[in-house]
């Protein structure tokens, strides 16, 4: 069966700008998560879709958004980028809600300069 | 808030070491606590659970209890090997209000030599 599948895997934008990722959950999940890692702040819940509603968001500005769409792929935005929006993006896929048997994508690289 | 804490890294061991990566918790009710792995360049994975007091948790040799009078699920393996080189996260996972907001301690880097 698919894993997880995120793209795109690097990108580098400049400050300012805005980025889109994307995020191919397992077939028949139905949640995904999004999570950003830093090495300072380890890794952050950012927001979890399911059935195309936010369930769930953490504690990030509202530059950070995302959707999620009718055959559960999700898309996550970043408008206005800052340096400090550098780190891993991660997005992890489950069958129900909650941490319970999250499945995770490699993650998309981002580099903002 | 609720929070997890974990050792400081990098922990280096030997082959057929003891290992023991602690891992504590704050929460205002009684969540699932999980513990992950992440090899290199790969994401992360579950590694195991345990969703009330006093269970454990097992998976590939690794273990670890429920500790609700410590709030504490350590993560240990009686003999590691160079294969389990990773970060292992540890995990909280409280559903409050119909919303589950999952938390992850910072990892901790595990580095075994032959």
């Known amino acids: 069966k698919a894993g997880v599948t995120q793209t795109p895997r690097y990108l580098i934008k400049t400050r300012g700008q805005q980025v889109t990722l994307s995020c191919s959950p397992i077939s028949g999940h139905r949640s995904v998560s999004w999570y950003q890692q830093t090495p300072g702040q380890g890794l952050q819940f950012l927001f979890e879709?399911?059935?195309?509603?936010?369930?769930n968001k953490g504690n990030f500005p509202g530059r950070f958004s995302g959707r999620q769409f009718s055959n559960s792929r999700s898309e996550m935005n970043v408008s206005t980028l800052e340096l400090g929006d550098s780190a891993l993006y991660l997005c992890a896929s489950s069958r129900t809600r909650g941490a319970d048997e999250q499945y995770f994508g490699p993650g998309t690289r981002l580099t903002v300069t | 808030g609720d929070s997890v804490t974990q050792m400081e890294g990098p922990v280096t061991l030997s082959e057929e070491a003891f290992l023991t990566i602690n891992c504590t918790y704050t929460?205002?009710?009684?969540?699932?606590l999980f513990w992950y792995v992440q090899y290199p360049g790969e994401g992360l994975q579950l590694l195991l659970k345990?969703?009330?007091?006093?269970d454990k948790g097992s998976n590939k040799g690794f273990e670890a209890t429920y500790r609700k009078e410590t709030t504490s699920f350590h993560l240990e393996k009686g003999s590691v090997q160079v294969s389990d080189s990773a970060v292992y996260f540890c995990a909280l996972d409280l559903a409050s209000g119909g919303s589950y907001i999952p938390t992850f301690g910072r990892g901790t880097s595990l580095i075994v030599h032959p």
């Open positions: 879709y399911f059935s195309e509603t936010q369930r």
């Open positions: 345990a969703t009330k007091a006093d």
């Open positions: 929460a205002t009710g009684y969540p699932s």
